[in-house]
């Protein structure tokens, strides 16, 4: 990929072949997956089973110097 200045526009990018374009379309597809992935992971937790801390563990911090 080369990159012009000082043309009208601020930058131009001109790409000397579709393989640039190619990856960016499989990179695009593989955020967009990655992304409903998580999504769905995200969706099956349910917070409503996860017990309530009981007793006072892990409250105090007993620190000797």
Known sequence: MSI????NN???AQSS??????TAAVA???QE????MVLQLI???NVNNVPAP????????NIKV
Do not use: M, R
């Not at 997956?33 to 409903?36: A, D």
């Not at 009981?54 to 911090?61: A, E, H, L, R």
């Open 4 to 7: 012009s200045l000082g043309q």
């Open 43 to 45: 969706q099956s937790v």
């Open 54 to 61: 009981t007793g006072s563990s892990g409250f105090q911090v």
């Open 10 to 12: 601020s930058v131009t």
């Open 28 to 30: 695009k597809s593989q």
């Open 17 to 22: 072949s579709g393989a640039e374009f190619l």
């Open 33 to 36: 997956l990655e992304g409903e």
